[in-house]
Each structure stands twice: as C-alpha cells, then as structure tokens.
C-alpha cells in the first residue's frame, strides 16, 4: 500500500509522551498528561484511553536529584507515536506488566487505559481493541518483574511483521562518567555543573580538554569543603595532598576523594 505523503511545512515526527499522575490542573482532573518543555506547561490529557500497536518496550534511566530513576517506556503506534512514560516501581507500570504478559499476539490492536485509584495511585488496564474486552491477570505484587519484562519485549521482538529498530544505549564517555560519579559522590549541584560547561560552550564535560575536566572536578571537590576547612587555601592544599598526589601515585580517583572526604569530615567533628 502506498501511503500519500503530504509536502510542505509540516511538524517533525517527534514522539509524544504521555506521563501518568492523578491531578487537577484549572479544574480539570486528568490521570495523565503531556508535557511543553518549551513553555515549561503541564497539557492534560482527559481522554481515558489510547488505541493503537505496541510495539517496544524499554527501560530509561533518566536523572533527578542526583540520582538515576528508572521509567519504563510503553511505545505505541496510531495515529502518530506515542511513549507512555512512567516510573517502573508505580502501580499503573506494574497492573500494565501483568496485563501484557497475558497478550501472546502484540500484532493486534489493543487499548491502553488508565483508571483512579486510592489518592494518588493510578492503575491501567488493558483491553483488546477489537472485542473491547479487558485482558486480565491476577495482582501480584511479589512478581517476578524483570521476567515479566523480557518475556514481554521477547513476544514483541518475535511476533511482529513491522521490521523494528533496536535501540542501542549509546556508551557513556569514560570522562562524562567520571563526572557523573564525582558529582554524585559530593552531592554537587546538577544545575551548577551545567551552568559550568555552559559557560565553556559545551554540553558534556567529553567535550572538553582533559585539563578543564580537571578544573571542574576541583572545583566541586573545593565548594564541597569550603565549610570543612578554616580557608580556602587550607582546602586547596589539602585536595592537593590527598587527591591529586594520591591520584598521582596510581590511586582510584574516586576512591581518593571519598577518603578525603571522610578525613576533613573526621577533622571537623573532632574524630582525629
């Protein structure tokens, strides 16, 4: 079948995502919303159910304060592509898990719901399209998720007709991991390090020379014991002693620094 394609203008095909939450936005109460990056806007979506093919299923770790949060992405084909987004330990993940592992033919329409529960809580339940008929599995609360997930996105990968891409994680850069677990370890700021390499016309510290690498990690390391020594001279030289030189002789950067940091946490609370 050919399928006219329409010139001119026209928006990227872009996925929309569609979050999960039980709110009220002006009045309106929605059990799930899309979301303007652009305007920084909450949309909700008061539609009850999406129709369409699933036809991925994956994790994502995504960031938030500090920390990787893992979401689990329901890809759907309709009208356009649609990503359910929502967190993999919240009760709509895990009802929707227990209904799709009940589904042997993904090849067929189905429809995604989302249903109130208790305060906040949603659920989603699942229905085949054709038949209108709610495909159903027993709670468990105890189930074996990860098992469920592979057997889900095995049927997925195996029964479809539709030639599926696979996504391939891109290898995270040794240095912007570096970063990454420095960062964490001192509880630096997110936001700070951004502003940092925004300021050096740069996205990722893999963007730049290793010695501003450097430079950004000392100064997270320096505001982090700013209030650990009596001047900034005194946390300087101490960063030296310990970290670099410690490095220097062949030492686990990451290692040096915790234990840094424990010696000027012991040294302000009298321990040594």
């Keep these: 079948m050919t399928t006219e394609i329409k010139l001119g203008l026209c928006q990227p095909p872009e996925p929309i995502y569609l979050y999960v939450k039980n709110g009220e936005l002006s009045g309106e109460s929605y059990l799930w919303y899309h979301y303007n990056i652009d305007k920084d806007k909450t949309i909700p979506v008061l539609e009850r159910g999406l129709t369409g093919y699933i036809s991925e299923l994956r994790l ?3 960031e938030f304060k ?12 309709a009208d356009e592509i649609y990503i359910v987004r929502t967190g993999i330990e919240t009760n709509f ?23 109130a529960g208790e305060e906040n809580v949603v659920f989603c339940r699942l229905y085949d399209a054709v038949t ?5 599995r027993e709670w468990d609360k105890d189930a074996d998720w990860a098992t469920i997930i592979h057997d889900i996105q095995f049927r997925l990968n195996g029964t479809s007709s539709t030639p599926k891409l696979s996504v391939v994680p891109q290898p995270v850069h040794p240095q912007d991991l570096r970063v990454k677990q420095i ?9 700070l390090v951004r502003e940092w390499l925004e300021f050096q016309n740069v996205s990722n510290p893999s963007q730049l020379d290793i010695s501003k690498i450097d430079e950004l990690i000392k100064t997270m390391c320096l505001a982090w014991a700013s209030d650990k020594c009596e001047s900034p001279k005194d946390a300087e030289s101490s960063y030296q002693k310990e970290v670099i030189n410690a490095v220097g ?8 620094i915790s234990a840094w940091m424990q010696q000027l946490e012991a040294v302000k609370t009298g321990a040594v």
């Design 132 to 136: 209108r008929v709610r495909i159903r």
């Design 93 to 115: 993940a895990k009802s929707f898990l227990l209904a799709a592992s009940s589904v042997q033919d993904f090849d067929k329409p189905l429809i995604i719901s989302v249903a």
């Design 66 to 77: 500090g920390k990787d949060n893992i979401k689990l992405d329901i890809v759907v084909r």
């Design 249 to 256: 002789n062949g030492a686990d950067e990451l290692t040096a």
């Design 60 to 62: 994502t770790a995504k």
């Design 183 to 191: 960062r964490t370890l001192l509880d630096y700021p997110l936001d």
